[in-house]
């Protein structure tokens, strides 16, 4: 039966977990960079479902494929073998240039499956080898050990005891890591391009100097693109606009455009340390998801996707610039690369976030106080104008 928004938010507050701190629309469909409400009501979509959405809402050839997989065969466990599975890891390998591929559900389950391969990797040689470095600021997901990765103690209290063998040096200093790493290092673990922690971008040569300690100590490099991969900062991997690469990389979000899946990928060399029984899963890389998978990788390769995320994101970049020019009290800076870009401002971001909803266009906030974009990839110069429109009459509101 088809019930009232009001319905529908008293049903979340009577039978749903309170996790979520959500925004009162109810969303009934989308088309390409635009969703639409329970009324009607059109906004154009500068989350993508938090970068995931990264063909938009209803591509056809992703809507195609999933419907065609899900009338053959949906899931059927990993004790087989699928061309769909073949084929997506096949893809992927050669994207990474790495050598072996494994796929879960989620970001944390990458996260999760990257620590463990490299946890268990170290203990090939030293079974005391078990110091994992990230990064403060950083996001790597919600179980207790990706949480533990996470470096930010919002996300951890109350959740201890919390695994051991962490810890954690401020993204951007190489001299704090420096001291921090010895031969009891077992892996860093960073995001190239920090997403939700408030979109920070590596200095140059930074994530160079990262790979040459590793390599000094012997600990492996994990890059965690779960949201700056996947085309979004202009390359597939953001690791290529550095020219470092990683022995783990994780992704997910964006993966298979909106079906859950997640992706951990390992050189030849860490596959070393896994063997049949070390890890697994039920759903991971099912037919359904790699179908989906398949059709977000050849789209991107074949579309022209990163030549656009390179211009619109530029296109977008210049325009949020140009509001900080104008409304410096408010704009401090605009950081970030293609389609992930953040707005620092000098007051909290929230009241812009809903006032830009009420005028039709999704953005969102991290860090309390960044607004962050990542739209669909498939965004348009005109796209952006549409934005700009809104930006335009909400921010001079909140100028102090
Ligand atoms: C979203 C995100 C995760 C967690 O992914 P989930 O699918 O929510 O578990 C991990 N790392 C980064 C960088 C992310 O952006």
């Not at 559900?105 to 990230?134: C, F, L, V, W």
């Not at 860093?188 to 160079?208: A, C, F, N, S, T």
């Not at 990788?297 to 390179?310: F, K």
């Not at 210049?318 to 401002?345: N, W």
């Amino acid at each position: 039966m088809k019930e009232t928004d009001e319905q529908i938010y008293q049903k979340d507050k009577d039978d749903y977990l309170p996790v979520f701190a959500r925004y009162k629309i109810v969303l009934d469909h989308g088309d390409g960079v635009y969703v639409y409400d329970t009324n009607g009501k059109k906004y154009i979509d500068y989350l993508g479902g938090i970068a995931v959405n990264v063909l938009g809402h209803a591509y056809p050839a992703l809507v195609q494929a999933i419907a065609a997989q899900a009338g053959k065969m949906i899931h059927c466990s990993n004790l087989y073998y699928t061309q769909v599975q073949a084929d997506a890891a096949e893809k992927l390998k050669n994207l990474s240039g790495l050598g072996k591929v494994f796929f879960g559900n989620s970001g944390a389950e990458a996260n999760e499956g990257a620590i463990k391969i490299a946890r268990k990797y170290a203990h090939m040689t030293d079974p005391a080898k078990s110091q994992i470095i990230t990064a403060i600021h950083s996001f790597h997901g919600r179980t207790i050990a990706t949480l533990t990765a996470t470096g930010q103690p919002k996300y951890q209290e109350g959740f201890g005891p919390l695994p051991a063998g962490f810890d954690y040096v401020p993204f951007n200093d190489i001299g704090a890591l420096e001291k921090l790493m010895s031969e009891k290092t077992c892996a860093v673990m960073l995001e190239p391009i920090q997403g939700e922690g408030g979109v920070h971008v590596p200095k140059d040569g930074y994530l160079k100097k990262v790979r040459a300690l590793c390599d000094k100590y012997h600990a492996l490099l994990i890059f965690d693109e779960i949201q700056c991969g996947m085309g979004r900062s202009g390359k597939f991997f953001a690791f290529e606009q550095f020219d470092v690469k990683p022995d783990v990389v994780t992704l997910a979000k964006g993966l298979a455009g909106g079906v859950p899946i997640g992706s951990f990928i390992v050189t030849d060399e860490v596959a070393r340390a896994f063997h049949a029984g070390d890890h697994g899963t039920t759903f991971g890389g099912n037919p359904l998801a790699c179908a989906a998978a398949n059709v977000v990788l050849d789209t991107i390769e074949h579309q022209h996707i990163l030549e656009r995320v390179n211009e619109v994101g530029a296109y977008l970049k210049h325009k949020l610039e140009g509001f900080q020019k104008q409304y410096p009290s408010l704009i401090t800076e605009v950081r970030g690369m293609g389609l992930l870009l953040g707005m620092q401002l000098t007051k909290p971001g929230r009241d812009i976030v809903d006032a830009c909803l009420a005028d039709g266009a999704i953005i969102n906030c991290t860090a309390g106080d960044v607004l962050r974009f990542v739209p669909p990839l498939i965004l348009t110069k005109e796209n952006v104008d549409e934005l700009c429109v809104v930006l335009e009459k909400v921010l001079p509101k909140y100028v102090a």
